[in-house]
């Protein structure tokens, strides 16, 4: 009976990890904001009548489904569970209970099987615009950086509460596409609800009790059995980075004890004046993710695969700011974090741990004047998110990545990689293409090569009716040093590998076959 029960259980949780996904691709396809469409930038996912995660969608991001992990607790504080009624929608931007900054809307509702609350679904998106002074780190407190949303009924009984609505419209740039994007949402969790009733009525369940117990002791005993492999131990690390007022330092200190690990961020830097703090939440969520890269990469994450993580940061530190803190920005320090856990565990597990990387993104807003036509709004504002490139791996060769483009297609075409004697040192096939840019990687590169420091020469062809013509190539390079080269217009980049070197990224670039540079920043 036990191992029907467990196969039963294991398909059930299978099938809620395709509920959560749906619930989060509703999101997607719905969401107005550019960034949710684009870049996933949500979360989604189920929570038993304890408010622990059972589920979470695979589309997201660790700060969003981390700290959303722990938002329903607050929710059902907030709201008792005997008060929440069918069709109820719960909604915050409270950085501290919520994802670490304004822009970042919560929203949770109870899912209800034959007039029963069985369990609530939650999720979050970036909304491109809140009001105040924009998305940045020019703000000096909470208050100046957007609309603050207490925890507040969105729906009562199916009713939107069309007053909130209103006020959250009448303060942002966007009133159309932040309206939009808070029925996107709702809808996310709609979806979830039903689909999770559905999905109880056929495998013949009243409730969740039993599967998310066996949800939570699975992936505990899985992720404690992991630690188990890592030696018992303190290990540090530390991390200095730029600052407005001064550097910051990250210091971290991990403790690997039989079956848990715990971070203790004592000796980082104070809390800044400008909005580069971050709350405790968004700490513990990057840190988590950083420690699940490494230890439990295969495990599902629910609170469960969460529990055997302790994090720490001192209370008016920069990990740990506390209210009225601006943190509009708290990515910029947030999501250096994994870094730093990294740093730790390569002391102890040298063999897994990746180099460090550029760790967060480097985002740009844009804001101004417009004509907006039918939505009837004169200001715009949108951003644009740049990803850097992550560290090499300890057992993984060196790689070289690019584009070719295309000016038509050709059935025949390729890239010709040549050391600066001449010689050709790899070639790769494209084959086939049609026009437009095409990707090319040498992921194999030869010892040799990976202990010098070469430059090599990367050139393109394509082959046609009228014969075989060069084609541009791209590659991505890492920038060591930027600067403002006086005399002359555009900045001057310093930028490592492939014989690129301070290049004005103002002007047309070729240096050898390459005629443009896509720099990675970091």
């Known amino acids: 009976?036990?191992?029907?029960?467990?196969?039963?259980?294991?398909?059930?949780?299978?099938?809620?990890?395709?509920?959560?996904?749906?619930?989060?691709?509703?999101?997607?396809?719905?969401?107005?904001?550019?960034?949710?469409?684009?870049?996933?930038?949500?979360?989604?996912?189920?929570?038993?009548?304890?408010?622990?995660?059972?589920?979470?969608?695979?589309?997201?991001?660790?700060?969003?489904?981390?700290?959303?992990?722990?938002s329903v607790k607050?929710?059902?504080?907030?709201?008792?569970?005997?008060?929440?009624?069918?069709?109820?929608?719960?909604?915050?931007?409270?950085?501290?209970?919520?994802?670490?900054?304004?822009?970042d809307f919560v929203l949770t509702t109870p899912c209800f099987k034959d007039n029963k609350i069985v369990g609530l679904f939650s999720c979050t998106s970036h909304l491109t615009d809140i009001g105040g002074l924009g998305v940045g780190p020019d703000a000096t407190d909470i208050h100046m950086e957007g609309l603050y949303i207490p925890m507040l009924k969105l729906a009562d009984k199916g009713v939107m509460n069309k007053t909130l609505l209103k006020l959250i419209g009448q303060n942002t740039r966007q009133p159309v596409e932040t309206e939009g994007d808070v029925y996107s949402l709702a809808a996310c969790n709609d979806i979830g609800c039903k689909r999770l009733v559905e999905?109880?009525?056929?495998?013949?369940?009243?409730?969740?009790?039993?599967?998310?117990?066996?949800?939570?002791?699975?992936?505990?005993?899985?992720?404690?059995n992991e630690i188990k492999k890592i030696p018992n131990g303190v290990y540090k690390n530390s991390m200095m980075i730029d600052g407005f007022e001064k550097d910051i330092k990250l210091e971290a200190k991990l403790k690997v004890s039989d079956n848990f690990i715990s971070v203790d961020y004592t000796g980082t830097s104070d809390k800044s004046k400008f909005g580069i703090n971050v709350p405790l939440s968004y700490t513990k969520a990057y840190t988590c993710f950083g420690l699940s890269c490494l230890v439990s990469a295969e495990i599902p994450n629910n609170a469960g695969s969460l529990k055997p993580f302790e994090i720490d940061a001192p209370i008016g530190s920069i990990l740990n700011a506390p209210y009225p803190a601006a943190v509009c920005a708290r990515h910029i320090i947030g999501q250096m974090l994994p870094d730093v856990v990294f740093g730790c565990l390569e002391k102890a597990i040298p063999e897994k741990v990746p180099a460090e990387g550029a760790s967060c993104l480097w985002n740009i807003t844009f804001r101004?004047?417009?004509?907006?036509?039918?939505?009837?709004?004169?200001?715009?504002?949108?951003?644009?998110?740049?990803?850097?490139?992550?560290?090499?791996?300890?057992?993984?060769?060196?790689?070289?990545?690019?584009?070719?483009?295309?000016?038509?297609?050709?059935?025949?075409?390729?890239?010709?990689i040549s050391d600066m004697s001449g010689e050709v040192v790899h070639t790769i096939d494209l084959g086939s293409q049609s026009s437009g840019l095409v990707g090319f990687s040498w992921t194999d590169m030869e010892e040799k090569f990976l202990e010098g420091s070469p430059t090599f020469k990367i050139e393109a062809y394509t082959t046609s009716a009228d014969g075989t013509k060069g084609a541009n190539t791209s590659v991505f390079a890492e920038v060591l040093a930027a600067s403002v080269d006086k005399g002359k217009a555009g900045v001057k980049l310093d930028v490592k590998d492939y014989g690129l070197s301070l290049i004005h990224i103002s002007e047309p670039t070729r240096q050898e076959a390459i005629s443009y540079a896509v720099f990675c920043l970091k």
């Open 1 to 70: 009976i036990d191992d029907k029960n467990n196969i039963q259980n294991q398909v059930m949780w299978n099938r809620l990890l395709s509920v959560v996904e749906e619930q989060g691709q509703t999101l997607v396809r719905t969401a107005f904001s550019p960034i949710v469409r684009e870049c996933g930038d949500i979360s989604a996912g189920v929570f038993d009548l304890e408010g622990r995660m059972m589920a979470q969608a695979v589309t997201g991001t660790p700060g969003h489904v981390n700290s959303m992990a722990e």
């Open 74 to 103: 607050h929710f059902i504080n907030h709201f008792p569970l005997n008060t929440m009624f069918e069709g109820d929608i719960f909604i915050t931007n409270d950085p501290w209970m919520g994802t670490g900054h304004l822009n």
């Open 199 to 224: 999905m109880m009525k056929e495998f013949k369940i009243d409730d969740l009790k039993k599967l998310s117990d066996f949800i939570y002791d699975k992936s505990l005993s899985a992720v404690e």
């Open 368 to 416: 101004g004047k417009t004509d907006r036509g039918p939505n009837n709004n004169s200001l715009f504002a949108v951003t644009a998110v740049v990803n850097g490139g992550t560290g090499a791996r300890p057992n993984k060769d060196g790689e070289i990545h690019g584009v070719v483009d295309l000016p038509a297609a050709s059935a025949a075409n390729g890239v010709v």
